[in-house]
């Protein structure tokens, strides 16, 4: 493993204690020798990733929708949305192909806590998976329970017949960035 995407929140109003979750997790990946690709945005949890992977020395690429300028929460608040100082910065025509453009720079995702947009890229990349179109790791952030009611629904989705036990499987949920880095760094020797 070279490269790992990650999909998080730019909700400046978050809690603090996950931006210090995503600092950390940032300066891990660095530390780990993996290449950071992230949504681009300077503000929320992104803008903690991307700070702490390059306060190690990480190499961080971007990938952003032109033009999107943030949303109402983040206009209102004067905050810059873009993040700079970036190893490489993508600018991609719109959120559709930024998830195609991260998911093809990744060997593998992890997902923190966020909101529609994170699930959205979760789902799109196990989407992808369930389709055979990769056989990369997914990597879901628990802390704290965050994810357990994904969990639920996916027991459910299992019972009924809809999610294929393999598939579920794919799914791998982490309660510690300790037990994040051990799955990459185990996932990067056997590569």
Known sequence: MKSV????????SCKEIYKGLAYELGNRIAR????LVYGGAAVGT??????GARDAGGKVIGVFP???RGTQEVRESGLEVVQHGLSDFIET???AERKQVMEDLSDGCIVMPGSF?????LFTYACNRAIDLHTKPILIFNFEGYYDPLKQLLAHMQEAGFLKPV??????????IEE????LDARSSRA
Do not use: K, N
């Open 5 to 12: 995407a990650v999909y998080l929140g730019s909700a400046p």
């Open 32 to 35: 780990a020798g993996l290449t």
């Open 46 to 51: 992104m803008g903690a990733l991307a700070e």
């Open 66 to 68: 032109r033009g999107f």
């Open 93 to 95: 025509a719109d959120f």
């Open 117 to 121: 947009g994170t699930l959205d890229e």
């Open 167 to 176: 598939m579920a499987g794919a799914l791998t949920f982490c309660d510690t």
């Open 180 to 183: 994040i880095i051990e799955s």
